[in-house]
């Protein structure tokens, strides 16, 4: 546990799997609905969904999920097109918190991007790798949630870190991804898959970010 805590530390100052036919995208049925009212600071409002226990912080200085899931800045992903699904606020103004609990750790971000989710990328990148530095993962596309008036987006990715000796760290992350016209935002849950704390559970990250749009939206 204390190998994991490190890792949560790294991940949160730095920020096996077959390819899979990736699931359609949740179709933009209003997007201009979607704008209407989005006000980033309302982000803070799905605090409240988490567990008594859990201790918040403000986001790292690199807050895209592929910062939060552990990768250093020099990241490469391969095939290299897919690296933009783990990278979809392009650098604008963000939002949101972070919050550390026993065996986990959440993120929940908004942030101005005019990027929206790229159809081709997501055809081809069912599942992919990453690495950066001593840290490497696998990245799979699975279901989202549905987001009236967003297009959605859902990654697993499981990441080995190997440190000072030769010993391993592993740790899972889920990202469920909303792209809100202007603006996206997602929540990330990392969890060590080897704690004995209680989880979080299936759905709770998936059901996080459709309560963080909601909230968004007033």
Known sequence: MRVFASWLAVAACVAACSPAQAPAPTEATSPPAARAGLDPLRIERVRSDLPTGYEFTPLPARAEPIALWGLGPQWTADPASCGGLGDPAADGPVHGWSASGPGNIVYAVVAATGVGLDQ????????????????????????????????????????????????????????FVAYLGDHVAYVTVVTDPGSSAPSLGPGFASDLLVKTVAALRG
């Not at 990453?130 to 949630?145: E, F, N, R, Y």
Request: one cysteine or more.
């Open 120 to 175: 081709a990328s997501l055809d081809a990148c069912g599942s992919w790798n990453l690495s950066a530095g001593h840290t490497a993962g696998v990245v799979t596309v699975v279901d989202p949630p549905v987001v009236d008036g967003a297009q959605t987006l859902g990654l697993s990715t499981d990441a080995t870190t190997t440190v000072e000796g030769g010993t391993e760290t592993h740790s899972q992350a889920e990202t």
